[in-house]
């Protein structure tokens, strides 16, 4: 069985996502137990709504000793995607 790692941004974190920019530290509000680096993520706001997804650019044990200006994760996709990108889908 695969465990389904998560991980919650915090509010004034989830526009700077929604616009296809990584995840500082500063912006993360909690995420999944023993999440290792490079692994993908769903990206959750802190009222558990869906908006995308991730990769982790560390581990959780080292995601603690970083700057808050350091990125935790890197964005894949998110909802705001169709939206910005309308226009060229078709």
């Known amino acids: 069985m695969q465990k389904h790692f998560k991980l919650w941004i ?3 974190g989830e526009m700077q996502f929604l616009y296809g920019n ?7 509000g909690r995420i999944s137990e023993d999440t290792p680096e490079h692994q993908g993520v769903v990206i959750y706001s802190m009222a558990d709504i869906p908006l995308g997804f991730g990769v982790t ?3 959780m044990v080292d995601v603690r000793k970083l700057q808050p200006t350091d990125i935790v994760a890197f964005h894949q996709a998110d909802i705001g995607e169709y939206l910005r990108e309308e226009d060229t889908l078709f």
Not at 22 to 28: D, F, N, P, S, V
């Open 57 to 59: 650019a560390r581990s």
């Open 10 to 12: 915090k509010p004034n």
């Open 22 to 28: 990584h995840i500082a530290k500063a912006h993360i």
